[in-house]
């Protein structure tokens, strides 16, 4: 309670207030007594003190002292029985309280300390069981409304009618969720910028009251803004309340009845996420046993689909998303999968993919798979999704994962896989977009979009031992290496535009610019020298995959 309010219960009827009349509406929670010189030790912020000054009789500074210390502590104000042992406050001692804005109260001696500690205190504790008594009963109201199977919004409604206030519900980054009916129009309009930023930045460990600008407080009478966060597992939002309370009494009122409508909501919230979390884990059930394999048969997967819109569709199309691990070096794996904070994190990023995916004016749904965030895009027959240099899907990918770095701090790359024309074929899209991804990281880069490439011939030596392939190159052409200087390359530049020609000697000999005989006696050279017929198909696949193997020889 107000100091103002304990001051004027009547057993301090004759009691003056000489000095910090601005500090009168401090709060009260406790009263002591203290006649020690040690006395500051010993008290405690909102706390009232009741002295005689006898312990200072003698020393008029140590009031002056105490005064300013207490004002540090956080005291509700100083209470002294002057006429017995003070005959008045010093001057000195009255200016620093006026100028620490801390009260100090002349009591008269009609009353004892002791009575009028205990006639406060017992005060201040009804009020408290006052208080106690409407929390419950509030939380009770509270608890009914969502248990008849009423909403949100009707908790708020009647928070708004209980504590006549206006009041409205935001989310995380303060964007409006729900107002109340009294929560008009023009009032939202009118609320000052201030109000958002100072919502963005409240801990959700604690509420906090905020004092409203001069000017919207003179145009709506509203003085105050009360911020409650509501918080499940992570920070879902806040509940808002414009007071134009001067009773701190009626304003503790207000933040209890708040208080109880932050926990029914968080608790329905909570009620709300475990459904949703139930529903997304059968969906990413589906879609695993679905890539994986595990669905066998037609019937079985038009059952399980139909669930997701993912049926009669022309084209289908895998886009997987990843946040990009090298931003998480300095932390280990093992923690990031065990802790509750990445859990919450990773919730964060789906719900973020699944909004900005939104703007793309696509048909999807969304399920993850270990570490992967997967779209399944159910296009028209006229949507292309083709990479080049028209291509505005992969240009509105491009932009999203821009979006989500600066914007978000989440820093994610995408694979994309190729369209497919029946549902059964998206497994082998979703493996494409997998392999996309990857094929990006190898690369080393990062925030990309990568589409996926068939493998040439290239790509799949490149999958071979660098040993094995200097093996396989050097038993094919034999005792042709080890021939020096010209009639080396001769021999193989020959043999190399022969099968590159189809086995065509005049083609062969008007390429290499020399006479058709020349090309007859070069080849036979090379038979001789290898022990292979150079026209055996056999041999010529043989021959054909060596040459391929020069360029990744020379890369090195």
């Known amino acids: 309670m107000l100091l103002k309010e304990l001051v004027s219960l009547p057993i301090y009827a004759n009691a003056k207030v000489v000095a910090g009349m601005d500090g009168m509406t401090n709060s009260v929670q406790s009263v002591n007594i203290m006649d020690a010189p040690d006395i500051i030790h010993y008290l405690k912020p909102q706390e009232l003190l009741l002295t005689t000054g006898y312990a200072m009789k003698d020393h008029p500074e140590a ?9 540090k502590v956080g005291c509700a104000g100083l209470a002294i029985k002057t006429k017995r042992f003070l005959q008045e406050v010093p001057a000195d001692v009255l200016q620093c309280a006026e100028k620490l804005q801390f009260p100090i109260i002349e009591l008269s001696l009609d009353q004892s300390l002791g009575d009028i500690a205990n006639y406060s205190l017992s005060h201040i504790l009804e009020k408290r069981t006052d208080e106690l008594n409407y929390a419950l009963t509030t939380h009770k109201q509270f608890s009914q409304m969502i248990m008849q199977g009423k909403s949100t919004e009707d908790v708020i409604e009647a928070l708004s009618i209980l504590i006549a206030s206006p009041v409205m519900l935001m989310n995380q980054h303060a964007g409006l969720l729900f107002r109340s009916s009294s929560m008009t129009e023009s009032l939202y309009g009118a609320l000052p910028p201030e109000l958002y930023a100072k919502a963005a930045a409240v801990s959700p460990h604690g509420s906090f009251t905020m004092e409203l600008p001069q000017a919207f407080a003179a145009s709506t009478s509203y003085f105050t803004a009360e911020l409650h966060p509501i918080v499940t597992f992570q920070l879902e939002g806040f509940l808002l309340a414009l007071t134009s309370d001067s009773d701190q009494q009626l304003s503790n ?26 529903s997304r884990r059968y969906k990413n059930e589906f879609f695993s046993d679905f890539v994986d394999g595990l669905i066998t048969s037609e019937q079985e997967l038009l059952h399980r689909s ?50 900005e995916f939104s703007k793309l004016d696509l048909r999807f749904v969304l399920f993850t798979k270990n570490d992967y965030f997967c779209f399944l895009i159910a296009l028209h027959a006229s949507q292309d999704v083709a990479e080049g240099k028209e291509s505005k899907f992969l240009e509105q990918l491009k932009q999203m994962v821009s979006s989500l770095s600066m914007v978000h701090n989440i820093p994610i790359s995408i694979g994309i896989g190729n369209p497919v024309s029946k549902l059964s074929d998206v497994p082998l899209s979703y493996k494409e977009a997998i392999e996309a991804l990857q094929t990006g990281y190898d690369a080393r880069k990062k925030q990309f979009v990568q589409p ?7 790509n799949l030596l490149r999958m071979i031992p660098k040993e094995e392939l200097k093996e396989y190159y050097e038993e094919t052409f034999k005792d042709l290496l080890s021939i020096e200087g010209k009639e080396r390359s001769d021999l193989l530049k020959t043999l190399s535009t022969f099968y590159d020609t189809h086995c065509q000697l005049a083609e062969t000999a008007k390429q290499l610019f020399v006479h058709r005989n020349t090309v007859t006696y070069r080849l036979e050279k090379c038979e001789r020298l290898t022990g292979r017929d150079l026209r055996d198909p056999v041999e010529s696949l043989r021959f054909r995959t060596a040459f391929s193997m020069e360029s990744l020889f020379a890369a090195e």
């Open 253 to 278: 009122l207000t933040k209890h009845a708040m208080e109880q409508a932050v926990n029914v909501i968080g608790l329905e919230l909570m009620k709300r996420q475990a459904v949703k979390e139930r």
């Open 452 to 458: 996926y490439h068939a493998k040439n011939f290239s």
């Open 63 to 71: 009031l002056l002292s105490l005064v300013t210390n207490m004002a």
């Open 306 to 355: 139909k669930n997701y819109d993912l049926l009669n569709h022309p084209v289908y199309v895998s886009v997987v998303a990843k946040r990009d691990t090298s931003f998480d070096l300095l932390r280990p794996s093992s923690a990031l999968e065990t802790d509750g904070r990445f859990i919450s994190e990773r919730d964060r990023h789906y719900n973020l993919l699944k909004s």
